[in-house]
């Protein structure tokens, strides 16, 4: 292990510190102030000798490596206190003993707590304010057992009804892994059922739709078929009413030409047998 020598930065001030570097700058200036005449550029002259040998007298003081005493060795791996030293590592906490009572309470499972109102049936109702007959009503009956006999009859029923409601969703979070996996088992088959369900519930009704829509059509093929068949003999019928009504015209006509001339007839013989037109002039 490499132990630096000690040095108080903050008590030690910057010019006090002496660095080889800088005793290495004053040797050169020195060494150059002594020497008067420059050096020429093609003789190498002595105080470039004496520089380089001023460079390499000049050494930086090397670093102390001391190797670890035992007082070190006693020192890094710090004593055990009193508290260290009085841990126990084999401890245990303190467990209390069960109570050894003439009688234990037997712990309340969970499914007596959820099923504890399943077969409740509530008791009668009591009017607080009347008596149960023959009695008559006195102070003695305005007690607060009759209220409470109310009170706990309402929270029993309040109960009973929450329990019907919501204790199947306790299941999931509080019971153990093997009732988790039926609590799950049973959501996949109700779902599975209410699928299948829904499936042949949408099957039923599309066989119903077409089975409904054959019928429409099939009646309504039928409707066109009578309403064709009244139409043809309709059309039958105003055709000999035509025909008849035809007939009847020219009939009509023929009599009437015939009944004009027959007027005529009659009219001329009357003017002939009338005693006015004795000279059988009138015609």
């Known amino acids: 292990m490499t132990v630096l020598p000690f040095l108080d930065v903050k008590a030690t001030p910057i010019s006090c510190v002496e660095s080889p570097r800088l005793a290495r700058t004053r040797s050169i200036a020195r060494s150059l102030e002594s020497k008067d005449l420059p050096s020429s550029p093609l003789k190498p002259s002595s105080s470039s000798s004496n520089l380089s040998g001023s460079l390499s007298s000049t050494r930086t003081p090397r670093i102390k490596i001391v190797p670890r005493t035992d007082d070190l060795l006693k020192k890094l791996p710090h004593a055990k206190t009193a508290r260290a030293q009085a841990h126990n590592p084999i401890w245990k906490p303190f467990v ?92 996949r088959t109700t779902l599975k059922d209410q699928m299948e369900e829904r499936a042949q519930t949408e099957k039923h009704e599309m066989d119903l739709k077409k089975r409904s829509a054959s019928l429409v059509l099939e ?29 009847l015209m020219e009939n009509k006509r023929e009599y009437d030409q ?26």
């Open 219 to 247: 009646q309504d093929r039928q409707f066109h078929e009578e309403e064709k068949q009244r139409n043809d003999a309709r059309t039958k019928l105003l055709a000999k009413v035509s025909l008849k009504n035809k007939e």
């Open 258 to 283: 015939w009944n004009r001339v027959h007027q005529w007839h009659v009219e001329r013989a009357m003017l002939a047998d009338s005693p006015i037109n004795w000279s059988k002039t009138l015609t």
């Open 96 to 187: 209390r003993d069960l109570p050894d009572y003439d009688y234990l309470w037997e712990p309340v499972r969970r499914e007596d707590i959820r099923h504890q109102y399943d077969s409740y049936v509530a008791p009668q109702r009591i009017t607080a304010g009347r008596p149960d007959e023959p009695y008559q009503m006195s102070s003695t009956f305005e007690s607060q057992d009759r209220h409470f006999h109310n009170y706990k009859r309402v929270q029993a029923m309040q109960q009973r009804q929450w329990n019907r409601e919501h204790m199947q969703y306790t299941i999931f979070p509080y019971s153990n892994a093997e009732e988790r996996e039926m609590y799950k088992k049973k959501i």
